[in-house]
């Protein structure tokens, strides 16, 4: 029972393998734009690989060049496939080369397809990264002196500016990290000593946040400082006060954009999966027709043209008995025994 | 006596025409360039228009979107009549126009190196609208409640992070004026009450600048406040510390971005003048060596082209006797008028 059959006259063969030929030049191009896009989001992902702990994320750039690339190959091909279809002399060659194709090309698309997939399901890991790098950057945001994080407070000043957010999921965050180094406190004045005292681990506590996080849009100048202490500051309330410093996390924030890059990238990548998938039920209907045709003196005649020779299920089965003979093969040896003593006793 | 004469016959005509076509699609392509450059510029001026001066004046990128606009046109017209030329009654068609045309083309580029110059030396006067614009939007940072200047502290607190600079010239310019505003300042206070009555003015001022002058790049957290005093901070030296807040004055760091702009697209528009009086002159040459057929019934004969008929003092002395010929031609007129009127 043939998947999909289609009758194809000698006119419509032609007209299928025109159309093929044009839609492998798009796709071509949708597979360059669909690398392109992967070292848009590897890029953008390396930019802040400093406030990130793991690498996991990075499958999905990968992920989508190696198909971008990938998918050039299989569209050129097509291309020339197409091409020589109509020549009955030229199209033979490409018997044995068709089958496996497409088995390489139906698994690069479906690796589109997955990609997509993974842009969504990879949103959890990208913030436990962001949250643990987070946390080291705020950590080590004092530790300018000390190599291999001397630029860290570079990094996440520049960050919450560019971003507009302070700390990792507030700027409380700040108020509990020493975030002054030892170098700038004098350890003789009260104040200091006392701040000192005050914790388990002697560290310098202050409910300050970095001039970082201060937002531009404020109507009055940045309040650092005692941001708890209401009467430290003429006129200001901190339970109301909202446009005085950035009042979203870092992490959240950049969740946010990497989210919405990936959402976007993957509405493309999934238009580019509608093309090449045209693409390759386009070829298939052209092999079948075109394999009809082959031996007939009249090549003018109508063909039928299918997807799958058999059903769904047959063909799976066709592919999978090879593949369970090895996993299982005391059943299959056991059932012959079952059927041989059956015989007999009927 | 021609000048630069060449001689050509139908293979060689062919080609200077398809070549000349090929080189017209650059130009438009030129002229788009061009018009896009003079509109990015606008836009970069408005977007900054705040801090300049009010009468800062868009006549540069004004002017650039409508010799873009100009050049693809006549570009466009020129590549049409290249490509007519292959054909000779086509040609016929365009043969009136010609000349005057390539008058026009002339007095264009002599527009467009005039437009180059320009943008090289329109830097000076943009010096003044900065300097001006940038110490009345440094007196407005604290007006976030008056209509009208409410987003200047934003638009100063964002260039200032953007260009990494602070104040005018140098930082001291924000220890000049008063920029916290009075709703935010306790006037029960003593340090208030001393500061205002410390100057003429009645203004609070303070050895302090915005948030917006700090450098990320700074090992220690930012020093805003007291940064004359050495010891209202541990281990701070207001004479050596260099890193603490930028040390670049916003009109150096403005002009330096505006004047390299300005450099670029005025070596961009030499670029497309060389251009253009490359085509100009390959349309010459198509038009003499089409008009000069040594047999005008056989298109393939062979034909001379050239860049002006005569030498150039010939042409010179020619049109200048043009001139004074369409001068003299009223008076003229008149001379003729006097005798009739005294012979009757």
């Not at chain 1, 399901?121 to 705020?138: D, P, R, T, V, Y």
């Not at chain 1, 003429?234 to 959402?263: A, D, P, S």
């Not at chain 2, 570009?75 to 000779?88: E, Q, R, T, V």
Request: net charge neutral; aromatic share 12%; hydrophobic share 40%.
């Amino acid at each position: 029972m043939v998947l999909m059959k289609m009758k194809f006259p000698a006119e419509k063969r032609v007209r299928l393998a025109q159309g093929l030929w044009l839609l492998s030049w798009t796709a071509t191009m949708a597979g360059a734009l669909t690398f392109c896009l992967g070292c848009l989001l590897k890029t953008e992902l390396r930019r802040r690989a400093e406030v990130m702990d793991n690498t996991e994320i990075h499958c999905v750039p990968h992920t989508l060049m190696v198909v971008g690339i990938a998918s050039l190959g299989i569209n050129y091909f097509a291309g020339r496939i197409c091409q020589d279809a109509l020549d009955p002399g030229r199209f033979p060659r490409w018997k044995g080369f068709l089958n496996p194709y497409f088995k390489v090309s139906l698994f690069f698309t479906s690796l589109m397809l997955l990609a997509v997939i993974m842009s969504y399901a990879m949103k959890g890991s990208l913030e436990a990264s962001l949250k643990i790098g987070l946390k080291n950057g705020i950590r080590f945001y004092k530790d300018t002196d000390t190599p291999g994080r001397c630029f860290q407070k570079q990094t996440i000043d520049r960050l919450q500016m560019e971003f507009q957010c302070c700390g990792n999921t507030d700027f409380r965050d700040w108020f509990e990290v020493q975030w002054i180094s030892n170098r700038y406190l004098d350890f003789s004045t009260k104040e200091v000593k006392d701040r000192i005292k005050s914790n388990v681990d002697g560290r310098y506590l202050v409910d300050s946040v970095p001039f970082s996080c201060c937002n531009p849009s404020s109507p009055r100048p940045c309040i650092q400082d005692q941001l708890t202490n209401n009467s430290a500051h003429y006129n200001y309330e901190h339970q109301t006060e909202e446009l005085n410093i950035f009042v979203h996390g870092c992490r959240e924030t950049l969740v946010k954009y990497y989210m919405g890059l990936m959402n976007t990238i993957g509405a493309v990548v999934l238009s580019v999966f509608l093309v090449q998938g045209s693409v390759l039920v386009s070829l298939r209907y052209l092999q079948t027709s075109m394999e009809a045709v082959a031996g007939q003196e009249n090549a003018e005649i109508e063909t039928e043209g299918y997807l799958l020779e058999k059903s769904v299920k047959e063909t799976v089965m066709e592919y999978l008995d090879p593949v369970l003979k090895i996993i299982m093969p005391n059943q299959v040896a056991s059932s012959d025994e079952g059927a041989e003593a059956g015989n007999p006793a009927s | 006596m021609a000048l630069m004469k060449v001689k050509f016959d139908l293979k060689k005509r062919v080609k200077l025409a398809q070549f000349v076509w090929f080189m017209y699609w650059f130009s438009v392509m030129a002229g788009v360039l061009v018009f896009s450059m003079g509109l990015f510029f606008k836009i970069e001026l408005r977007k900054r228009s705040e801090l300049m001066d009010n009468n800062e004046s868009h006549f540069l990128p004004n002017l650039l979107i409508i010799v873009g606009l100009v050049a693809c046109g006549l570009n466009a017209l020129g590549g049409k009549i290249c490509y007519d030329s292959l054909d000779p009654a086509k040609f016929a068609t365009w043969k009136p126009i010609m000349k005057p045309f390539l008058v026009s083309c002339l007095f264009f580029n002599i527009l467009l190196v005039v437009v180059a110059l320009l943008c090289f030396v329109m830097r000076i006067p943009f010096q003044f609208t900065l300097a001006e614009g940038l110490k009345n939007g440094m007196k407005f940072y604290k007006d976030t409640d008056t209509p009208g200047r409410c987003y200047m502290k934003r638009t100063l607190d964002l260039m200032q992070m953007e260009f990494r600079c602070c104040g005018n010239n140098n930082y001291r310019d924000w220890f000049e004026i008063q920029w916290v505003s009075n709703r935010y300042l306790n006037f029960a206070a003593k340090e208030v009450k001393d500061r205002i009555g410390s100057n003429v003015d009645g203004q609070y001022l303070m050895d302090g600048v915005p948030f917006s002058c700090c450098n990320p790049s700074s090992p220690r957290p930012c020093i805003q406040g007291q940064m004359t005093n050495n010891t209202a901070h541990y281990s701070y030296d207001h004479y050596t510390e260099e890193l603490n807040v930028w040390k670049r004055g916003c009109r150096d760091a403005l002009l330096s971005y505006y004047g390299g702009l300005m450099n670029t697209i005025g070596a961009l528009v030499l670029l497309v003048t060389i251009l253009e009086v490359g085509v100009m002159v390959g349309l010459q040459y198509v038009d003499t060596s089409l008009s000069t057929l040594s047999n005008p019934e056989d298109p393939e004969s062979e034909s001379e082209g050239y860049l002006l008929e005569k030498t150039v003092k010939e042409t010179y002395t020619d049109i200048m006797a043009k001139m004074k010929s369409m001068g003299k031609g009223n008076q003229v007129e008149g001379g003729e008028e006097a005798p009739v009127a005294t012979v009757s």
